[in-house]
């Protein structure tokens, strides 16, 4: 069977699945089997993590300071095969992965499963690590090149070269899902929440009945407002204007943009735990207590019953990964495009991300929504601790807005302010990287020919986002994003013999230095 009837076949039977189910139906990937308290979701990220690790000898802890010599460009070789050095891949791939889940992704697993959720996040950070070293190795051993001479990579070309023709089945479901997972988590969730927070912001000059920000009844479950059209057309221009250039054009803009965004960032939150640093330990112990004794519903069950205890565990992970992306195989194909002969050299550049990532920003916005009290806006808290809580509830990036704003209300009266900037900056530059992952799966499935097709209906649906609503994006992006993981983990752990063996081998030579720093 081709590429493109499998292809066909796929995206007909999840639209019919869709059409008898709805959303549902999918969403169920995160408590399946739904006789188990514990899904095989949270089983196969964690286990393959935790494989991946003791079968590397923790590579995450071993090659550490050899990730950070490669990226600074030590061993760079310009006449290398790839399309971005070292730095630009990794920067592409953070600034997929460093986004809207270090601000509203923290916020969301906060909102419903308490500061002990991002103790499960550090957990899925860490064991990420080795499965993000694990697939971008593999991405970039068994990655092709195109007509155009483009590296075309990812966990489709590595389950079809390495494990061989006979699974391309499976490299189809991947790719299908990363397409999919590309208009909802990469695209309309980033576009959503960037378009929340600056409807926020007009709210707040005009008020909510000015005919820019009045929402317009269009169903009984739906309204629109004109800003809202604006945000979304908005946000779709300037995507498109990058996305067009392609890979390298994208490269190019990522390697400025993210680090440039994650400082602005990591300062504003290191000002606020200075300034609230005595609630600090108190904030860490919260997150640890609660991680495994978290507070049950008032009136409800006894607190630390295996029900609540997994809600925040699954909170964690769910927002984890969609944080850090570790295991998701998405990551992969940015990192195949790196100028290098030596896979295990980008996957040492790949381990980087859930450190810098989750480990770091996603440490320090949860802090920040923890140590000034800003989680108490939340419906754990209400519905778990005091129930008599009258302040307004918060989620998203209006539950971290509300936390700048009062962390660095001694510095400045718009603190929030860092909030919104943030979210433009993180959510564009999510959007424009994703698009690359759905022009290599729809390259793969359906050929060259089909990308402007896809970036056509990828821009489309950045504007698609700007107007939808919250719940229905989320629940979607997390049901693709769980879809596409399960093909990527089992292509990890069959190759996990060749990848042992190739790690061995790269660190058993010499490493010619290319550049003095």
Known sequence: MSKKNGAIIFFGSVILLLSLFGVSFFEAIWSFPRFSLVPLMVVALLGTGIFTTINLGFPQIKYLKHGFRVTRGDYDNPDEAGDLNHFQALTTALSATVGIGNIAGVATAIYYGGPGALFWMWITAFFGSALKFAECTLAVEYRDFNSKGMTAGGPMY?????????????AIIFAGFTVICSFATGNAIQSFTLSDQLYSEVSQLVGTNHFLTIKHQITDWYSVSVQQIINGLFIAGIAALVIIGGIKRIGSVTSYLAPFMATVYV???????????TDVPASFGKI??????????????????????????????KRGLYSNEAGQGSAPI?????????????GVVALLEPFI?????????????ISTGAWQHTEF??????????????NGSLLTSFAFKEGLSWLMPFGDKIITIGVLLFAISTVISWSFYGDRSTEYLFGEKAIPVYRVFYITFVFIGAIATLEAMWAFGDAALGFMTFPNLISIIMLSGVLKKMTNEYFSIEHKVYKNN
């Open 288 to 317: 640890i207590s609660m991680a495994f004794n978290p507070p049950a519903a008032v009136g409800g069950v006894a607190g630390g019953t295996l029900i609540v205890f997994m809600n925040t565990l699954l909170w964690g992970v």
């Open 334 to 346: 940015a990192h195949s495009t790196a100028k290098t002969e030596y896979p295990v050299r980008e």
């Open 158 to 170: 590595t389950i079809e070269k390495g494990l061989g023709k006979q699974w391309r089945w499976l």
């Open 381 to 394: 808290y209400v519905s778990r601790i005091d129930p008599s809580f009258s302040g307004e509830i918060l």
């Open 267 to 277: 300062i504003s939150a290191i000002l606020i735990l200075l300034a609230n640093i």
């Open 357 to 369: 990532d989750t480990i770091i920003i996603c440490t320090l916005t949860g802090l920040t929504i």
